[in-house]
């Protein structure tokens, strides 16, 4: 059993903002499977389903980015997960925009979701898949850059990383994640 987490901070002001492509990629992901979201408790949107004869949860959490780590172990306790079922799907602004990145453990690189789920699950063994939303231009300050809303001429590229987020996903699960990473980190 997985549980696959898209981070992301709740709200319609919050929606179309690069910080919430984790909560994207979870919504097309639980999509492309048939799998409902639905409030889970008051933490988050939640729904089971399986991918591949494999049972898996797809989530959002519904408290604010930077206190994902909550709603993330109330998620595995419901699920009986632990972290090494966990996948979560962020935004990375040290990665090119487009690009996906899986990533087996380490620190939070500077992302306030990532430092939440460690320091609530006191671990860093889970998955991430980092979605690349580039740099801010020199002297624009990071927080505003992440909760402003994609530019038109990035839409597309957008919207191919996720349909590709997607794609590494149902890879992972079912091929395992080496495999996905050859496939995917060369794109």
Known sequence: MKVVV??????????????????????????????PLRRSGSLALAGRGTVA?????????????????????????????????????????????????????????????VRSIIEVLETDAFLRLRAGIGRPAPGADPVDYVLEPFAADERRTVSAMIEAACEALRVALTDGVTTAMNRFHAS
């Open 53 to 113: 004869g494999e049972e898996v949860w797809v989530a959002e959490p519904l408290t604010m980015m930077n206190r994902s780590g909550a709603a993330i172990r109330h998620l595995l306790r419901e699920s009986g997960g632990d972290a090494a079922s966990l996948v979560v799907v962020h935004d990375d602004l040290d990665l090119p925009f487009g690009r996906l990145r899986f990533k087996r453990r380490g620190g939070p690189g500077g992302h306030n979701g």
């Open 6 to 35: 898209g981070l992301g901070n709740p709200g319609a002001e919050y929606a179309a903002t690069r910080h919430n492509v984790g909560f994207r990629v979870a919504e097309a992901f639980a999509a492309a499977h048939g799998i």
